[in-house]
């Protein structure tokens, strides 16, 4: 069966035609090599290439743009999805523990198309669109998505100076409905996260999120000044819960959430704003050709995995 990769057309050149000579040296004529042009629907482009080739993986060869849009046409799919980062910051691959050099991605697609052993994760469905690594809403949003394209580190510290500047003040009111159970309360920034790192260190939104346990996480932030980020920090650092500066609940099926005013809202880094997102929870949803190792990270999981929502935790958040 054929493995079929897809390029960026955003992609540098000299970086696309390194991951495709080391693709074909390990796939030889298994590999079947698609360019995506620039005005072409990916997913449409990627189910046509399902259609025709009937490849067993589908490679993403490209931007987290890409990935994404490629993502969404292999859920429930018996295609996998292998993943070859070549933009500098490679944030949903590091997000989901995937190498981010073009040589040892390469390497670890064609090990795991050698074993034949996927791995399948959870994904989120939003609308068209399918999240394999987090959605962000509210203040947290602008942090999450750094300005597309290359810039100097002068504009990234202005971009960061303007992002960090925006976290503090008023809070919004947000209206979230997790698997039938309505809550609302008032907060900066809400997190549905698949995976656990937040990408500062070694820092991680709520303890235990893994990508193949079935349950997207829920991480509902309610700092708003100064104070309250410290206290925040010193809770991750530490591991330790801090319910009047973050709630971490838990869905298994659907996820509704309103907010009063229209806000900034990231699904894996690309951008939107909006006053509501409906989103469905997909368990094992995708296969993902992620290398062994991935496996021993996430060894830590729960193997008791808790109710939809901890009870303590709804009785806090509709006193507040």
Known sequence: MAVVALLDPAAPSAVARRATTLLRARLGDELIIVPIAADIDITAATE?????FHPRAVIAVGSDALI???AAALVDMPAA?????TGVDARLPRQLGLPTEVEAACAAIADVCDAGHPTR??????????????TVIGRLADLDAPPPGRHTHVDRLR???RSLWRLFGPTSRYHIDVDGHPLGMRASSVVVANTGAVGLAKLRWAPEIVADDGIADVVVIRSST?????????SWILGRERLRQAIHVRAKGRIEIRCSRAV????????ERTTQLSMRVVPAGLQLLAPVARRDQDSSRPTDIPAAIPPLHIARMRAS
Do not use: C, K, M, Q
């Not at 900034?264 to 951008?271: A, L, N, W, Y």
């Open 121 to 134: 994760i959870d994904v989120l469905v939003v609308g068209n669109r399918v999240v394999l690594s987090r």
């Open 264 to 271: 900034p809202v990231t699904h894996d880094g690309v951008r």
């Open 48 to 52: 046509r290439a399902l259609e025709t």
């Open 226 to 234: 100064f104070l309250d980020y410290v206290v925040l920090l010193a």
């Open 81 to 85: 999805l292998g993943i070859v980062p």
């Open 68 to 70: 994404g849009a490629v």
């Open 159 to 161: 971009w960061g100076a």
